[in-house]
Structures are given as C-alpha cells and as structure tokens.
C-alpha cells in the first residue's frame, strides 16, 4: 500500500509535538511501537468492511471451500499492519511535522494537523487593547 505523506507546521518545540502526538493516536486504532525526541512510530489495523465479513461468514456456513479461499485471499491481506510515523523538524519559530501514513488513515492525521497550534498565528502580534 502506497503511503500518503502529509505536511504542517506548528509553534509549537518538537518535542512538545511528539508528546502530543503519542496519546493522539494511541487512543485510536494505533499502538505506539517506538518513540524518540522528533519521531514517533505507530503500528495499526485498517477496518474491515462488514460486506466482506459477511461474504466470509456466508462462504464458510454454505462452503467451506468459498469461506476460506475468502479468509487467505482477502481478509488476511487486507487486514496487515501499517506504521504511521510522525516526524517533527525544528524551523525558525516552530516546527514543521510531517507525517506518513496509509490512506485509510488520512482524516485522522488531517484531525491531528488541524488540532496543533499553527505558526502564523503565534507569529502574529497581540492585538493593541483599545485607547
């Protein structure tokens, strides 16, 4: 499966980008393999669609040939592991995060994106209080 590599930059240290990123993504459908300062591995599922269990359950009450041809051909290949990996590089100001992961998991890293601070917003200065 061909990874999708998306691309954010934030205010906020490397570091602090890591750490948010670990109990993001643990409390999907990812577990935490490995973890350093500006990287973060995590291994996960893709869902099954109910269809093809339904077809496997059917093929294996009716046939048992059919239910597991479906099982070895299908359903095992479909449902490996795949790494998402978080990668956070300092940059003046911030920290630029890029992030690869399998397609099925694009909303959810769009989600973690859109939930880090970015960085022309921190680079603004505070509004000036009225006079």
């Given at each position: 499966m061909a990874d999708n590599v998306a691309?954010?930059?934030t205010s906020l240290s490397s570091e602090e980008v890591i750490v948010r990123a670990v109990p993001f993504f643990s409390t999907e459908k990812f577990k935490t393999t490995s973890q350093a300062g500006?990287?973060?591995t995590f291994e996960g599922r893709p869902p099954l669609p109910w269809g093809l269990l339904l077809l496997t359950v059917l093929?294996?009450?009716l046939f048992i040939v059919p239910g597991i041809l479906l099982y070895v051909l299908v359903i095992r290949k479909r449902h490996r592991f795949s790494n998402l990996v978080v990668t956070a590089s300092p940059i003046e100001g911030?920290?630029?995060v890029s992030i690869s992961s399998p397609p099925w998991a694009a909303k959810l890293v769009t989600r973690f994106l859109s939930a880090l601070p970015s960085l022309a917003a921190a680079a603004a200065p505070p509004p000036l209080p009225p006079q």
């Open positions: 691309n954010g930059k500006r990287t973060a093929g294996f009450l911030g920290t630029e």
